[in-house]
């Protein structure tokens, strides 16, 4: 009777420790392999409880809301807000030996947002830019098409492509940063008022769009359902991909360049599971299947080695020396700009 106890009791502990041994995770939609999860899981015996989002206002209310999240990824932009708020924790770079494969010239630069690089460790990065599926924007516009965000950002030339679909993220800091760079300025040194203009000139395009949404337009542009799409790299190089004629463009006026990262929020309930995780991205082999599977470039130095040749020279993926002056890294708003910012692209993303 006492084995038949002791068996029992030594099974619900058993049951419990399994239980214990889970961590949750918010990340970006499209931004993992399966296969990862699945491994990490198999080598540690650590469940992972995933959930997505498909922008930072999203992640930003789940980090609010308390609830227990031991891994998030937020931009890099948002890091000084997240620090300063103390929302996520600093790292215990003891507990993360494969640290040492990190891009040294991508941490010297988040340096500048995540001082001493204490709470983050670069996860995915890349530029935005143009989608684009040419032989329908072609017929549409009629002829070929500037490299310029003037397709997106010149209301006669938008309403030109409007019959064959243009979407725009829901991206408050990059679309209106690519706006205001469009006309020679800058989103986090521009007064309120010129931002309301820049928010006066969006709404003006909103007859021309099918919609503003960072997931919907995935699946339409991989399936020839858009044929002008402000997107991350990654998207764009999926649905060529996925067989479409669609091409990356990063214009002429130049781009915004994010780094998305890893971090551990404070709300975490096991800090130390997830130190194991961000370890195990950390993996050179790993993060390069991320890679290979989201059509982003990671932050890890070593990891070139177990990408595949072709994946390497898809043009778009790493960008060339050209392609590199023209992208600048989004900027932290102060709180003034950030509250313009959330009025504009309520009334935006909303429609007329």
């Known amino acids: 009777m006492q084995r038949a106890f002791a068996a ?4 619900l502990i058993s049951g419990l420790s399994q239980a214990a041994d889970s961590i949750r ?5 499209d931004y993992i ?7 990490f899981t198999r080598d540690t015996g650590i469940e992972v409880e995933y959930h997505t989002f498909a922008s ?16 998030a990824v937020p931009s890099h932009n ?13 790292l215990d770079f003891n507990l993360l030996p494969n640290r040492s494969h990190l891009d040294k010239q991508l941490l010297s630069k988040l340096a500048a947002v995540d001082p001493q690089n204490q709470h ?72 309120p008022s010129r931002i309301e203009r820049a928010g006066d000139l969006l ?68 800090p130390e599971l997830a130190h194991r995780f961000i370890d195990y991205l950390m993996q050179p082999q790993v993060i390069a299947q991320v890679t290979a599977e989201t059509l982003y470039p990671n932050g890890n130095a070593d990891s070139a080695q177990f990408i595949d040749a072709a994946l390497l020279a898809q043009p778009g993926l790493y960008p060339d020396q050209d392609t590199k002056r023209r992208l600048y890294p989004l900027e932290v708003l102060s709180d003034k700009h950030a509250q313009v910012r959330d009025q504009i692209w309520q009334r935006f993303r909303d429609g007329p």
Request: net charge negative.
């Open 8 to 11: 029992v009791l030594l099974g």
């Open 25 to 29: 995770v918010y990340n970006w939609n």
């Open 33 to 39: 392999a399966p296969q990862v999860l699945e491994n």
């Open 56 to 71: 930072a206002e999203e992640l930003n209310a789940a980090l609010e809301s308390g609830q227990a999240i031991d891994i």
């Open 78 to 90: 948002e890091l000084p807000t997240l620090i300063a708020n103390g929302r996520i924790r600093p």
């Open 120 to 191: 983050a460790v670069p996860y995915l990065w890349g530029a935005v830019g143009l989608a684009i599926n040419t032989p329908q924007a072609e017929a549409a516009y009629g002829g070929p098409l500037p490299e310029s965000w003037s397709l997106l950002f010149d209301p006669e030339k938008s309403a030109r492509l409007a019959s064959c679909g243009i979407s725009v993220l829901d991206a408050a800091d990059e679309t209106l940063s690519l706006l205001l760079n469009y006309q020679g300025r800058s989103l986090a040194r521009s007064a």
């Open 203 to 270: 709404q003006s395009l909103r007859p021309n769009l099918r919609y503003v949404d960072s997931e919907r337009y995935i699946d339409d542009l991989s399936n020839g359902k858009l044929c002008l799409a402000v997107a991350w790299v990654g998207d764009a190089l999926a649905a060529a991909q996925a067989g479409q004629p669609v091409r990356f463009l990063v214009p002429q006026e130049g781009s915004v360049l994010f780094v998305d990262n890893l971090v551990i929020p404070s709300s975490a309930s096991r």
